[in-house]
């Protein structure tokens, strides 16, 4: 069984932090692309950030400069750091990755349960 757990989501005044965090236990046998994607309230959800296995990143223009995205292998885990944020970055942010479990010839996309985000004084 494959899973994504995520933790680190709350409530943070405007140009406050937070980490978050996704792991994923179970029986992999190899985690490609790892990312987070968000969705605010009536709006589509959209990429945040993305890292490769090679440690390749990629972000939003509207997280550019703020956001940190990290990975440690060893632990199946993704990290974002999030710095200076705004109210517009409030939303429910999901982990995503792309996990080839071992008892699969192939990789599937795998999506956290999502962790609320709050920016406000």
């Known amino acids: 069984q494959v899973q994504l757990v995520e933790s680190g989501g709350g409530l943070v005044q405007p140009g406050g932090s937070l980490r978050l965090s996704c792991a994923a236990p179970g029986s992999i046998f190899s985690i490609n692309a790892m990312g987070w994607y968000r969705q605010a309230p009536g709006k589509q959800r959209e990429l945040v950030t993305a890292?490769?296995?090679?440690?390749?990143?990629n972000y939003a223009d509207s997280v550019k400069g703020r956001f940190t995205i990290s990975r440690d292998n060893a632990k199946n885990t993704v990290y974002l750091q999030m710095n200076s944020l705004k109210p517009e970055d409030t939303a429910v942010y999901y982990c995503?990755?792309?996990?080839?479990?071992?008892?699969?010839?192939?990789?599937?996309?795998?999506w956290g349960q999502g962790t609320q985000v709050t920016v406000s004084s």
């Open positions: 890292i490769t296995s090679g440690g390749s990143t």
């Open positions: 995503n990755a792309d996990i080839r479990p071992l008892w699969a010839p192939r990789s599937y996309a795998y």
